[in-house]
């Protein structure tokens, strides 16, 4: 059962490494560590777009845990200009993502893991527009996304 005072601690870390003519390793890790059972809101997560890709954004939750990312990266290809003054830029990459979660509670079900690889699209329009388009395929099954499911995701941003 989950109780009002407890404690977490979180670790990030992200690394772009050059390697040569313009293509880049991303490198990513994240964790959490909990001393007593969380409610929902206070979980680490490791299913979605920015954590395990290829699984339902909430899939799989624990009260610590932590996740690693894996993804070389083309150089940036310019498009053309939109509008004669906003340069348009793509890049692709694939990616291979792995997370394991743990409870503090074993009657919740002791640990998860969650293991995804796969391809994804990234483009802007100058400072003012960015689009991801990333392809994921599960690795692990879950009730939710079977061994070898296929998730597509698509985002849009735009800043003013």
């Known amino acids: 059962m989950a109780r009002n005072d407890y404690l977490t601690a979180t670790l990030g870390w992200s690394r772009e490494q050059p390697l040569t003519a313009g ?3 991303l490198l990513r890790a994240d964790g959490q560590w909990a001393n007593v059972p969380l409610i929902s809101n206070e979980q680490f997560g ?4 920015s954590a ?3 699984y339902q954004d909430g899939e799989q939750f624990g009260d610590s845990g932590w996740k690693v990312s894996l993804e070389p990266r083309t150089p940036f290809h310019d498009l053309g200009m939109v509008d004669g ?3 348009m ?5 694939a990616f ?3 997370g394991e979660v743990y409870y503090v509670d074993p009657a919740r079900g002791g640990s998860r893991r969650l293991w995804s690889a796969g391809l994804a699209f990234q483009g802007g329009i100058g ?3 960015d689009a991801r388009a990333v392809l994921g395929w599960a ?7 079977p061994v070898g499911s296929l998730r597509a995701t698509f985002v849009i941003g735009m800043q003013f």
């Open 23 to 25: 293509y880049t390793l």
């Open 46 to 49: 490791i299913a979605g777009s």
């Open 52 to 54: 395990v890709r290829g």
């Open 85 to 87: 003054t906003l340069p």
């Open 89 to 93: 830029r793509v890049r692709a990459s």
């Open 96 to 98: 291979m993502d792995y």
């Open 127 to 129: 400072q003012v527009m």
């Open 139 to 145: 690795l692990d099954g879950t009730p939710v996304s």
